[in-house]
């Protein structure tokens, strides 16, 4: 009987060792990705592409809207770099795994035109409020998109790369593809409720399942269109509807965090159900 008390109990202490590490990223691999842009982006595996001037290519060029927030890709510690005429406004994020990311050409604008009239500073290249060497979260704002050092007048973008244990960038193309995009950003910890409308694909008593079309988050004012995620959120009351139905689903009024803006499995709970007729 002692031995299998002692078999009983060496087996549970490899069962939680065995959970812990598959909850903690191991130390110099890549984790899975918050992917870095919080909107609409275009982007290619354009790295080791032929630069005239310059190196291969040694990241991805994210294309998207200028002073658009960019985000921690992981959790760990941000360090600016405010004095390359090339990269200009730029971060480097410390990852909990080992792994450094780089931040390139991000906002000197301050207004939405191209006029070079800011700083290297929180605020305009940097997320308000923070400092350097602060810590982060993974999905917690650290910048604006924009196009300074030698994209000056191009499309405003962020170069982004990917060095594993600190080392050589390696192509961030697969961990971008394979990243988990926020539905909507919100500063972490502020108050928020979305209005989204879709299909159910499925409702019990206790969570609701929506493919998506459309997305609007209050109180930023921001939609977004031509979605394609499904989301399942929790029902604290079972709503009247069937699978099939197009419907808005409204959120109950919540704090921001990482899984409510990833939309995390019953991360958001219904308020209200408008069945379209």
Not at 54 to 80: I, M, Q, R, W
Not at 222 to 236: F, I, Y
Request: with cysteine.
């Amino acid at each position: 009987m002692g031995h299998r008390v002692a078999l009983l109990v060496s087996l549970a202490l490899v069962l939680a060792a065995t959970a812990a590490s598959a909850a903690t990223p191991k130390k110099g691999a890549v984790p899975t990705l918050v992917f870095p842009v919080a909107g609409a982006t275009t982007y290619q595996d354009d790295f080791g592409d032929a630069r005239s001037d310059g190196p291969p290519h040694p990241g991805n060029d994210l294309l998207g809207t200028k002073k658009t927030p960019v985000v921690a890709a992981e959790s760990g510690t941000v360090k600016f770099w405010t004095t390359s005429a090339t990269a200009g406004c730029m971060l480097y994020l410390y990852g909990d795994s080992g792994t450094m990311y780089e931040y390139i050409h991000l906002n000197n604008d301050v207004t939405m035109r191209n006029d070079n009239r800011g700083k290297c500073v929180a605020g305009t290249a940097y997320a308000k409020g923070l400092k350097d060497g602060a810590r982060v979260t993974a999905g917690q704002q650290v910048g604006y998109l924009g196009d300074s050092g030698d994209a000056n007048g191009i499309h405003p973008h962020l170069h982004f790369e990917v060095h594993p244990k600190g080392g050589a960038a390696v192509d961030p193309f697969p961990y971008l593809q394979a990243a988990e995009h926020l539905l909507f950003f919100a500063k972490l910890g502020t108050p928020f409720t979305l209005a989204l409308t879709g299909t159910v694909v499925s409702a019990t008593a206790s969570s609701l399942k929506l493919q998506l079309t459309t997305l609007q988050a209050f109180p930023m004012n921001v939609k977004s269109k031509g979605l394609t995620q499904t989301v399942t959120l929790a029902t604290p009351q079972p709503a009247e509807v069937a699978a099939g139905d197009q419907a808005t689903v409204w959120t109950q009024p919540a704090l921001a965090t990482l899984k409510s803006m990833l939309g995390a499995d019953n991360a958001l709970s219904v308020a209200l159900v408008q069945v379209a007729p």
